[in-house]
């Protein structure tokens, strides 16, 4: 709850009251039974007749007034109805700095409800304490328009000003949330709500903790801007759509911009939620803020974004500077010296001074160039120290000229007109005191009061039972004297126990009044005799002390002045030898740096042409190296590929010997007798000799051997064909690992091993080829022999085994010469 300058003691009494009223009551009413009489007491018709009773009692005192809309309220807590206030604030809450005339006195018409803080045993709002749409949308625009219009100038009057609306908008929220208002009213003035947040989190950014409390304005915002997304939410269910959400669905992303959770929940609004300006610039930033990128950052700001978009981003300057304080830092610059003026644009600084401030905290070294004069600051990731302290927060000059002329209420309603409307309040007392005019005890008494008014048993309790019908009537008889007689002791145990509470009630009061009379006036009235004292004498005192200070003050002005002329006097002398001295030290000190920056510049071109030859060299023989590589890798491919024919034709040779041993023991179990059916029995019978006939038969077996050869041939050729296309992708792809792999080989000495290491292998493989083709010759040789015995018998095999021999020869010589 807001406190109110102790300037006016006048008006907090009645709130301190109203505290300890309730306090009283929480007291005395701890039992259940207590509380369960409260309830069941009186009914609706015994409460109008006891409110009426009210009418015509005289109150003299503002406390005895308070008293009496207590007793009201208290009464009133039995029943619920719509909103009924039409007042800006109920009769008990109207005392504010901002809600009186210039001269102290309370303005009635310029009251606001205040906020209460939900609590548990807080009881449930009465009809006249909430406020219909259009009262509260009337409050808005009196706060907006009216309030929010005149900004003191001072801190003390900026906080104040600030706890005033900040505590009247909460209410205005809590109402909303209190009747579940969702319409066109309730969203409006959420929106206010939210952009007197966002305002407030810029333009009171100087003030201490204790004058205003950023977090809490943030934690506000969030809230307001929690109950906005649940009412667009809900509204746009019935197909109703806002032309602000775009707005302030940005709003929510640029509060959450170090959340990586927010770009999801952006994905959820719709199509042309997503596709408006302020949403696209919002993820933009979002997009800046987690990468770093904190030129793009400011630069969105000052060419794309709106007021109140850079007064809610503005609580991340400080983090976006220091990240780029640490980028500067580990980035490289020539002797570790960056310009301030490019630091002060880029990282959106009003001028050097605000700059320099920053950099203070970082403990930054800065100068200026001697051959432009450009003022440098010298920075390093070796130097760079954490912040000191957290840089404070400092109004900006080009947000503020975003505003481009708009009034606050202006900016707060979004650019629309706001009318003021103030209304006469309503009094429910008259000039004397007298309880007259009460428009919500007439609306209850005109709602309730029917009920039962002819009677005047106010404090009797009736309960109804209903009790199974029984055919025996001495049964039913007795029950009903039971019930009666049960009845009967409750209702007397019950006014018992309100009659003792009523009591207990009526002496606490007297006895507070009695001793607040008899002890704590007279004791009140020493008190204030005893100050009115001690401030005489303090007054007495602080004269003497001031005259006394202004003596010694005229004292040492005399003696400052004759000390200050010996000083001068002094310090000249010494200054004319220093600078000389100085001049001299300098003048040295800069014939040494250009000497050095001299014998830099030289040792650096020295240094680039040696490196230059080196590497030249250095590449050429890394070229010649791979081209020599290459050409060993290509005959090594070569002599592989040929390798596997051979070992395919070894299996070959293998298969057919044990074929054709198998079928010469075959044979060899025969007598040398041609079949009935051969043809050279049908021949020699037909006149030819046995010369001929064998010569014949052996025509028709080259014949076969031909076609053989021939069909050998073109399958040869269709291998080699898809051999050669095999060989050139192998050799590319050997080609490209073969030289990544030799460029990487850590010296010149393992690269010469490897190169002599694979000229072994490929001779050793050559070898193996060779005695493959020396072996195949013996076997010809061996087998021949052989064959001549039985050619005439095994003429085809012969010739056929004969001409793979050959090739195969054929096939490893040209590998060899290859």
């Given at each position: 709850m807001r406190t109110v300058e102790p300037s006016r003691p006048w008006a907090r009494e009645p709130a301190v009251k109203e505290e300890n009223v309730p306090k009283l009551e929480r007291h005395t009413d701890n039992t259940k039974v207590e509380s369960v009489t409260e309830k069941v007491l009186l009914p609706k018709g015994a409460v109008a007749r006891q409110l009426k009773r009210m009418i015509g009692r005289v109150c003299e005192t503002d406390y005895d007034k308070y008293q009496l809309l207590d007793e009201r309220d208290r009464l009133m807590h039995r029943g619920r109805l719509k909103s009924t206030d039409v007042d800006n604030a109920t009769v008990m809450q109207r005392l504010s700095a901002y809600e009186c005339h210039d001269d102290g006195s309370i303005a009635p018409e310029l009251t606001v409800k205040e906020y209460s803080r939900s609590a548990a045993d807080q009881e449930e709002p009465l009809p006249h304490e909430l406020r219909p749409a259009d009262v509260l949308q009337r409050t808005m625009n009196y706060l907006v328009g009216k309030i929010a219009n005149h900004v003191p100038e001072t801190d003390e009057e900026l906080a104040q000003w600030y706890d005033f609306l900040w505590n009247r908008t909460r209410a205005i929220r809590k109402d909303i949330t209190q009747q579940m208002m969702v319409n066109e009213t309730a969203v409006t003035l959420i929106e206010q709500c939210v952009r007197l947040h966002i305002f407030a989190s810029h333009r009171l950014c100087e003030l201490n903790f204790n004058e205003f409390d950023q977090k809490m304005n943030t934690e506000n915002l969030s809230k307001s801007l929690q109950s906005l997304r649940y009412l667009y939410d809900d509204l746009a269910k019935k197909g109703v759509h806002y032309s602000s959400e775009a707005e302030f669905r940005a709003y929510e992303i640029m509060l959450n911009l170090s959340d990586?959770?927010?770009?999801?929940?952006?994905?959820?609004?719709?199509?042309?939620?997503?596709?408006?300006?302020?949403?696209?610039?919002?993820?933009?930033?979002?997009?800046?803020?987690?990468?770093?990128?904190?030129?793009?950052?400011?630069?969105?700001?000052?060419?794309?974004?709106?007021?109140?978009?850079?007064?809610?981003?503005?609580?991340?300057?400080?983090?976006?500077?220091?990240?780029a304080m640490y980028a500067i830092s580990h980035s490289i610059f020539i002797m570790g010296k960056y310009p301030v003026n490019k630091f002060v644009q880029l990282l959106g600084f009003d001028d050097r001074d605000a700059s320099l401030q920053f950099l203070g905290c970082y403990n930054v070294r800065r100068n200026n160039d001697m051959d432009t004069g450009e003022e440098l600051m010298h920075m390093s990731k070796a130097q760079l120290i954490e912040s000191i302290e957290e840089p404070p927060s400092k109004i900006h000059l080009w947000i503020e000229a975003k505003r481009d002329g708009y009034s606050i209420p202006e900016v707060l309603s979004g650019c629309q007109d706001v009318e003021v409307e103030i209304v006469t309040p309503l009094n429910s007392f008259d000039r004397n005191g007298t309880y007259l005019f009460d428009v919500v005890l007439d609306n209850y008494i005109n709602e309730n009061g029917g009920e039962q008014l002819t009677t005047d048993e106010d404090e009797t309790v009736t309960f109804a039972f209903t009790l199974p019908q029984k055919e025996n009537n001495a049964i039913s008889v007795l029950a009903e004297k039971l019930s009666d007689e049960i009845i009967e002791g409750?209702?007397?145990?019950?006014?018992?126990?309100?009659?003792?509470?009523?009591?207990?009630?009526?002496?606490?009061?007297?006895?507070?009044?009695?001793?607040?009379?008899?002890?704590?006036?007279?004791?009140?009235?020493?008190?204030?005799?005893?100050?009115?004292?001690?401030?005489?004498?303090?007054?007495?005192?602080?004269?003497?002390?001031?005259?006394?200070?202004?003596?010694?003050?005229?004292?040492?002005?005399?003696?400052?002045?004759?000390?200050?002329?010996?000083?001068?006097?002094?310090?000249?002398?010494?200054?004319?030898?220093?600078?000389?001295?100085?001049?001299?030290?300098?003048?040295?000190?800069?014939?040494?740096?250009?000497?050095?920056?001299?014998?830099?510049?030289?040792?650096?071109?020295?240094?680039?042409?040696?490196?230059?030859?080196?590497?030249?060299?250095?590449?050429?023989?890394?070229?010649?190296?791979?081209?020599?590589?290459?050409?060993?890798?290509?005959?090594?491919?070569?002599?592989?590929?040929?390798?596997?024919?051979?070992?395919?034709?070894?299996?070959?040779?293998?298969?057919?010997?044990?074929?054709?041993?198998?079928?010469?023991?075959?044979?060899?179990?025969?007598?040398?007798?041609?079949?009935?059916?051969?043809?050279?029995?049908?021949?020699?019978?037909?006149?030819?000799?046995?010369?001929?006939?064998?010569?014949?038969?052996?025509?028709?077996?080259?014949?076969e051997q031909k076609i053989n050869a021939f069909i050998k041939k073109r399958h040869g050729r269709i291998a080699r064909k898809v051999l050669m296309k095999w060989r050139l992708w192998t050799h590319l792809q050997i080609e490209k690992r073969e030289f990544f792999t030799s460029t990487y080989t850590s010296s010149p000495l393992k690269r010469k091993r490897l190169h002599s290491n694979n000229n072994n292998i490929i001779a050793k493989e050559n070898d193996d080829i060779r005695l493959a083709a020396a072996l195949a010759d013996m076997e010809c040789e061996r087998l021949k022999p052989f064959w001549a015995t039985n050619q005439i018998r095994n003429g085809f095999y012969f010739t056929k085994i004969s001409i793979c021999f050959i090739e195969c020869k054929n096939v490893l010589l040209s590998a060899l010469i290859d």
């Amino acid at each position: 709850m807001r406190t109110v300058e102790p300037s006016r003691p006048w008006a907090r009494e009645p709130a301190v009251k109203e505290e300890n009223v309730p306090k009283l009551e929480r007291h005395t009413d701890n039992t259940k039974v207590e509380s369960v009489t409260e309830k069941v007491l009186l009914p609706k018709g015994a409460v109008a007749r006891q409110l009426k009773r009210m009418i015509g009692r005289v109150c003299e005192t503002d406390y005895d007034k308070y008293q009496l809309l207590d007793e009201r309220d208290r009464l009133m807590h039995r029943g619920r109805l719509k909103s009924t206030d039409v007042d800006n604030a109920t009769v008990m809450q109207r005392l504010s700095a901002y809600e009186c005339h210039d001269d102290g006195s309370i303005a009635p018409e310029l009251t606001v409800k205040e906020y209460s803080r939900s609590a548990a045993d807080q009881e449930e709002p009465l009809p006249h304490e909430l406020r219909p749409a259009d009262v509260l949308q009337r409050t808005m625009n009196y706060l907006v328009g009216k309030i929010a219009n005149h900004v003191p100038e001072t801190d003390e009057e900026l906080a104040q000003w600030y706890d005033f609306l900040w505590n009247r908008t909460r209410a205005i929220r809590k109402d909303i949330t209190q009747q579940m208002m969702v319409n066109e009213t309730a969203v409006t003035l959420i929106e206010q709500c939210v952009r007197l947040h966002i305002f407030a989190s810029h333009r009171l950014c100087e003030l201490n903790f204790n004058e205003f409390d950023q977090k809490m304005n943030t934690e506000n915002l969030s809230k307001s801007l929690q109950s906005l997304r649940y009412l667009y939410d809900d509204l746009a269910k019935k197909g109703v759509h806002y032309s602000s959400e775009a707005e302030f669905r940005a709003y929510e992303i640029m509060l959450n911009l170090s959340d990586s959770n927010v770009f999801r929940q952006a994905l959820t609004y719709r199509r042309e939620i997503l596709e408006a300006g302020s949403v696209r610039l919002a993820i933009r930033l979002f997009t800046c803020l987690q990468n770093q990128n904190y030129v793009r950052f400011f630069r969105l700001l000052k060419n794309d974004a709106t007021y109140l978009q850079c007064c809610l981003c503005h609580r991340f300057f400080n983090r976006m500077r220091h990240q780029a304080m640490y980028a500067i830092s580990h980035s490289i610059f020539i002797m570790g010296k960056y310009p301030v003026n490019k630091f002060v644009q880029l990282l959106g600084f009003d001028d050097r001074d605000a700059s320099l401030q920053f950099l203070g905290c970082y403990n930054v070294r800065r100068n200026n160039d001697m051959d432009t004069g450009e003022e440098l600051m010298h920075m390093s990731k070796a130097q760079l120290i954490e912040s000191i302290e957290e840089p404070p927060s400092k109004i900006h000059l080009w947000i503020e000229a975003k505003r481009d002329g708009y009034s606050i209420p202006e900016v707060l309603s979004g650019c629309q007109d706001v009318e003021v409307e103030i209304v006469t309040p309503l009094n429910s007392f008259d000039r004397n005191g007298t309880y007259l005019f009460d428009v919500v005890l007439d609306n209850y008494i005109n709602e309730n009061g029917g009920e039962q008014l002819t009677t005047d048993e106010d404090e009797t309790v009736t309960f109804a039972f209903t009790l199974p019908q029984k055919e025996n009537n001495a049964i039913s008889v007795l029950a009903e004297k039971l019930s009666d007689e049960i009845i009967e002791g409750e209702v007397t145990r019950l006014c018992k126990l309100v009659y003792s509470k009523s009591l207990a009630h009526l002496l606490t009061t007297v006895l507070y009044d009695s001793i607040l009379e008899d002890c704590l006036k007279p004791c009140c009235q020493e008190v204030m005799i005893v100050a009115k004292l001690l401030h005489r004498r303090k007054l007495a005192a602080d004269v003497a002390k001031q005259r006394e200070d202004e003596i010694r003050l005229l004292l040492d002005s005399l003696n400052k002045s004759i000390l200050d002329e010996v000083i001068d006097t002094f310090i000249q002398d010494i200054s004319k030898k220093w600078i000389i001295k100085c001049q001299r030290v300098h003048n040295e000190e800069l014939i040494e740096d250009i000497g050095k920056s001299f014998l830099n510049d030289l040792l650096a071109g020295v240094l680039i042409k040696t490196v230059r030859k080196i590497a030249e060299k250095e590449i050429e023989e890394g070229v010649n190296y791979v081209k020599q590589r290459l050409k060993d890798i290509n005959e090594r491919l070569d002599k592989l590929w040929l390798k596997q024919f051979v070992n395919r034709w070894r299996e070959q040779i293998a298969y057919r010997k044990e074929q054709e041993r198998k079928k010469l023991e075959l044979l060899g179990s025969f007598p040398v007798i041609l079949p009935a059916k051969s043809g050279l029995i049908f021949r020699r019978r037909d006149g030819y000799s046995l010369d001929e006939a064998l010569q014949l038969d052996c025509s028709s077996l080259l014949f076969e051997q031909k076609i053989n050869a021939f069909i050998k041939k073109r399958h040869g050729r269709i291998a080699r064909k898809v051999l050669m296309k095999w060989r050139l992708w192998t050799h590319l792809q050997i080609e490209k690992r073969e030289f990544f792999t030799s460029t990487y080989t850590s010296s010149p000495l393992k690269r010469k091993r490897l190169h002599s290491n694979n000229n072994n292998i490929i001779a050793k493989e050559n070898d193996d080829i060779r005695l493959a083709a020396a072996l195949a010759d013996m076997e010809c040789e061996r087998l021949k022999p052989f064959w001549a015995t039985n050619q005439i018998r095994n003429g085809f095999y012969f010739t056929k085994i004969s001409i793979c021999f050959i090739e195969c020869k054929n096939v490893l010589l040209s590998a060899l010469i290859d």
